[in-house]
């Protein structure tokens, strides 16, 4: 399947939002990237194009494709005329700018043709195929999710999906063989899902939505006219639908079969938290056990509400507006019989002289779903999401996205999530990783007490050592002096005897050799004085520089123990 639903990384926030809604439950990746950032991206073969996680997501970061920019490219460059089919959800969509649109799509060489018309064959053909037996319990396929869902995730269903094309399909096979048209064709429809249905049928050359379309007309600065909204009447190329009109709301289809044949029983079924778990109960169900027709929507409230209409109504106004279409539509088709009024039968009596119903059938493309892992499959992720106890692995908080854990450990086997994306995981790791830092910041504590008391002890002693060295600073300075006038009195007793001639030649030099040694003696313990000091001088100065350093040990432990 081509890419139709898209991602925009840098706006995803990983928030499980886009995976909750999800109907299809292989049809999103979840990673985390090198930053630690969750990011949710699309699994286009197993994604069902319902649209919902783009209505859902809150930050921008889902986003369609639809052929809006091709067909105004075709438009721009003045090729062949463009045949338009126009749902008719464009009532709602557009309430008060259909008809202008329609006008300037005329305006640039467009036909237009009403996909009213194609519901009522879409009609006629389910009829007449319940009519001559060709049908037996059937599910409808006017919805192209509903279709992709059956055909990648319940394929046995494909036996009862009716094989009658959707009305806009009706509408193009009708347009290229019974108006002999041969141009493109555009489709202006509220459906994301249209795209995959027209690349599959290759009926429809482009699928405009309503949504983007208005972008266009508001991004190139067209103006679009208003008109009353209450007015329903519009000049289509060829045949104008009547009751097919109302198929846009929930139990369109159901309401035109029942309108036809009373008898039959019909159960409709709506909303993508409702239709698809209905669908999977429907393929356990016996056979006697299933409806006539089960007409199927993705969309809560019909095709009036889908994933690009861009409408602004609220649910009780588009019932409203499909209900003023009826009426409109009754008063101009209706007949009176004696029981009842119903609707002119002449158009399906049209339908039965001209049309072939076999023109009208499709056939679809069955996937093969993924198995189911077993139990021992799944016990390795459910230990590496840390569920080790039949409580853990029944939580279903659904933080991740998916209705239970099982769903998760699914998904984790099939390598679509990371165990990471487990809130439970995720959170036992942080209370573990809490609780191991608890236990570091409590020896931490401990060994910036015990440093603290150290440099309290190494202030003290260091104070007992400069307070030393203060007294044998003074000391020394002391000695020097008096070495020195020691040194000077014995300088002067030599002097004296070498200059008295009176006294014994021989004591004099005895002597003399003691003053010069003791001279000597002294002069060393001035030099050692000297070095004493300078020693002193060095030493306080290393005080100095460990007390700063002392200090500073000392703040930054204060500091970290705060």
């Not at 861009?310 to 409109?328: I, P, Q, W, Y």
Request: hydrophobic fraction near 35%.
């Amino acid at each position: 399947m081509s890419d139709v639903i898209i991602v925009k990384p840098e706006k995803c926030t990983g928030c499980n939002a886009c995976v909750r809604v999800c109907p299809a439950p292989e049809a999103n990746i979840t990673r985390m990237l090198d930053n630690n950032k969750f990011i949710t991206t699309v699994n286009s073969d197993k994604c069902i194009a319902c649209g919902e996680c783009v209505k859902t997501c809150q930050h921008g970061a889902r986003d369609y494709i639809d052929d809006t920019d091709a067909c105004m490219t075709h438009l721009e460059e003045k090729r062949e005329k463009l045949i338009v089919l126009v749902t008719p959800s464009i009532k709602t969509a557009l309430p008060d700018k259909w008809k202008g649109v329609l006008d300037w799509f005329k305006q640039n060489g467009c036909i237009i043709f009403d996909v009213s018309y194609g519901a009522d064959i879409c009609t006629w053909a389910h009829l007449k195929a319940i009519e001559h037996g060709k049908l037996g319990n059937t599910i409808t396929q006017p919805c192209a999710a509903v279709v992709n869902y059956i055909q990648k995730y319940q394929p046995k269903l494909l036996q009862s999906l009716s094989p009658i094309h959707s009305p806009l399909c009706c509408e193009a096979v009708y347009v290229k063989k019974y108006e002999r048209r041969s141009n493109p064709i555009v489709a202006l429809t509220p459906c994301v899902a249209k795209k995959v249905e027209f690349e599959e049928t290759e009926l429809i050359d482009y699928n405009v939505t309503f949504r983007k379309l208005m972008e266009y007309f508001e991004k190139n600065y067209i103006l679009i006219a208003n008109h009353d909204p209450s007015d329903f009447s519009y000049e289509f190329e060829g045949m104008q639908g009547q009751m097919g009109s109302v198929y846009p709301r929930p139990g369109g289809l159901k309401d035109n079969m029942l309108m036809r044949n009373p008898e039959l029983n019909i159960v409709n079924s709506e909303g993508v938290h409702k239709v698809y778990p209905e669908l999977d109960m429907y393929a356990q169900l016996a056979e006697n056990k299933r409806p006539d027709v089960f007409d199927v929507l993705s969309c809560e409230y019909g095709c009036n509400s889908g994933p690009a209409s861009s409408t602004k109504l609220t649910s009780f106004d588009m019932l409203a507006c499909m209900r003023a279409v009826e009426k409109d539509v009754k008063s101009k088709y209706k007949t009176k019989g004696i029981m009842r009024t119903t609707i002119d039968d002449k158009l399906f009596k049209k339908f039965d002289e001209e049309l072939d119903f076999s023109d009208f059938i499709r056939s679809y493309k069955p996937a093969t779903p993924s198995s189911a892992p077993t139990d021992n499959d799944l016990e390795p992720i459910f230990e590496s999401m840390g569920k080790h106890t039949e409580a853990d692995r029944n939580y279903n908080c659904h933080a991740c996205g998916y209705a239970s854990c099982r769903a998760m450990a699914t998904a984790i086997y099939r390598g679509l999530n990371t165990p990471s994306n487990c809130t439970i995981h995720a959170k036992e790791i942080l209370l573990a990783r809490h609780s191991e830092l608890a236990e570091q910041h409590e020896r931490l504590s401990e060994i910036t007490n015990e440093c603290i008391t150290l440099s309290e002890q190494i202030n003290r002693d260091i104070k007992d050592i400069t307070d030393n060295m203060a007294a044998i600073n003074d000391s020394t300075q002391k000695t020097s002096k008096r070495a020195a006038v020691v040194n000077d009195l014995l300088k002067n007793v030599v002097l004296f005897c070498n200059s008295n001639s009176t006294m014994n030649a021989e004591t004099v030099g005895q002597l003399i050799k003691i003053l010069e040694t003791t001279i000597e003696a002294f002069s060393a313990l001035d030099d050692n004085v000297s070095t004493t000091n300078s020693s002193s001088a060095v030493i306080s100065e290393a005080i100095d520089k460990i007390n700063e350093l002392i200090q500073e040990l000392d703040n930054t432990l204060h500091r970290i123990r705060e």
